[in-house]
């Protein structure tokens, strides 16, 4: 089983939109999650990172389940520029909490 | 403030051939991590650097070896490639070693093709 698991997609979602996409992760003892952007071709960058209690910023919000150890990130309002693929991000109580990141979730909005 | 900047953005090599990757980390930042991102992947943790130290490494063979410099500036050096090393190669500079709060700033990445 991989350490972190995101469905590949692509989420194909109109313009004005909601979209929620989860993550799920497989060592219970982590502790520090984010979400990452990554447009084509381009470097991954911090969107936010997820706190215990579920967090807000703006359109976007993050949310953690601990007892079914995923993470979940919902775009309200979705715009175009929102298209990217999203990395879910982990990390490893194991290895002295190195970051393990999810292969990423494709998000494509249409006009 | 000066991000993080990496060189060179493309290369190719050959099978056996070595190679030289470069990091700048953004002012202000002590830790230089490496990641290595096959295409539809995720990245992958290469190593880290704390002080010129390798504080952190990855399920990556010795053939992959870096160095951090008193500027806190990076090398990635791989040796021996191999076909399936070809990938975007990521250096990301933060703040005090392991601190798992701290987020990952990113270059732009070098894009090694191998053939």
């Known amino acids: 089983r991989k350490e972190v698991e995101q469905d590949p997609g692509p989420f194909n979602v109109p313009e004005g939109a909601t979209v929620a996409f989860n993550c799920t992760y497989s060592?219970?003892?982590?502790?520090?999650f984010f979400w990452y952007r990554q447009d084509c071709r381009k470097e991954p960058k911090l969107l936010m990172s997820?706190?215990?209690?579920?967090n807000e910023d703006g359109r976007f919000t993050a949310q953690l389940n601990r007892a079914s150890q995923y993470i979940s990130l919902l775009i309200r309002d979705s715009k175009l520029s929102d298209s990217a693929t999203y990395l879910c991000?982990?990390?490893?109580?194991?290895?002295?909490?190195?970051?393990?990141w999810g292969a990423g979730t494709k998000l494509i909005i249409k006009p | 403030e000066t991000g993080v900047t990496q060189s060179p953005t493309h290369l190719i090599k050959t099978r056996g051939q070595q190679v030289t990757l470069r990091c700048s980390s953004q002012?202000?930042?002590?830790?230089v991590s490496w990641y290595q991102q096959a295409l539809g992947q995720g990245p992958q943790f290469i190593f880290q650097?704390?002080?010129?130290?390798?504080?952190g490494r990855g399920n990556f063979p010795p053939r992959f070896s870096g160095l951090q410099f008193p500027n806190y500036s990076s090398e990635l050096n791989v040796n021996a490639l191999e076909l399936d090393d070809s990938a975007l190669y990521l250096c990301?500079?933060?703040?005090?070693?392991?601190?798992?709060?701290?987020?990952?700033?990113f270059g732009n990445g070098t894009r090694l093709t191998v053939t």
């Open positions: 990301a500079s933060s703040l005090a070693g392991f601190s798992y709060n701290s987020p990952l700033h």
């Open positions: 002012s202000g930042h002590n830790t």
């Open positions: 650097y704390y002080r010129e130290e390798e504080n």
């Open positions: 060592n219970s003892a982590s502790q520090s």
């Open positions: 997820v706190y215990s209690s579920g």
């Open positions: 991000v982990v990390n490893d109580a194991d290895s002295n909490y190195q970051l393990i």
